[in-house]
């Protein structure tokens, strides 16, 4: 049973546009949403994270939309550049769970110059 | 990320053989993860271990097993390995609840396995 589904599976924007990557939670004891950036050969890495006491958190061109009623939150990428090439993850993880993330399954972003 | 090191980077092994994947950690935490990332399905937690005694069963722990050498060290393996474990595996680790960037998991740079 897939607890976060992520969508798009694949993605390819302008060099300049907006990037948005969705995905939606089906357990509602959930209360970490991270966004993980991931580039070929390298692991994971942390990139931003939200709890749902906020909608929207913003770290330089990333944003992270939090709709906590309808289950949703989204990465969005202003200003999308070449380097953004990557995968990424989104994930969610509850308290007492001893932080176990359960992942989405990916998407492959790829930003044309 | 240099802190956390997965040996070895490669391996083609062949069906029924048993193949130990190694991790190791210069960051001090405490937490130690097991995942396998297969195309269109993520990453999925294998195992985990919050110190040298304590060793849990992540999503897909069937077909595997896990040793907590030391605070550092948490090796994964396959004890006859199949074809469908062929798969990108990496290891992570995350500091202590209390203690800041807790929730951060912090990924090595994978194994690549293929079981033939």
């Known amino acids: 049973q897939q607890q976060v589904k992520q969508s798009p599976q694949s993605l390819i924007v302008q060099k300049g546009g907006i990037s948005i990557i969705n995905c939606a939670y089906e357990?509602?004891?959930?209360?970490?949403f991270p966004w993980y950036q991931q580039f070929p050969g390298k692991g994971p890495a942390l990139l931003i994270a939200i709890r749902p006491d906020v909608s929207e958190k913003k770290e330089g061109r990333f944003t992270i939309s939090f709709n906590k009623s309808a289950k949703q939150f989204s990465l969005h990428i202003m200003d999308s550049q070449p380097g953004d090439s990557a995968t990424y993850f989104c994930a969610a993880s509850r308290s007492g769970s001893a932080r176990q993330l359960t992942f989405g399954s990916g998407t492959q972003l790829t930003v044309l110059p | 990320d240099a802190d956390v090191t997965q040996t070895p980077r490669n391996r083609i092994t062949k069906t029924g053989k048993r193949i130990m994947l190694e991790c190791s950690q210069t960051k001090g935490h405490d937490r130690m993860y097991w995942y396998r990332q297969d195309p269109g399905l993520g990453l999925r937690l294998i195992y985990y271990s919050f110190d040298v005694k304590d060793i849990n069963k992540g999503e897909i722990s069937d077909g595997y097993s896990v040793s907590r050498q030391a605070q550092a060290k948490f090796s994964l393996s396959l004890e006859s390995a199949i074809p469908n474990q062929t798969a990108l595996y990496f290891c992570a680790t995350s500091p202590l609840p209390g203690t800041a960037s807790t929730d951060t998991q912090y990924f090595g740079p994978g194994t690549r396995l293929t079981v033939l």
């Open positions: 357990n509602t004891a959930f209360d970490y």
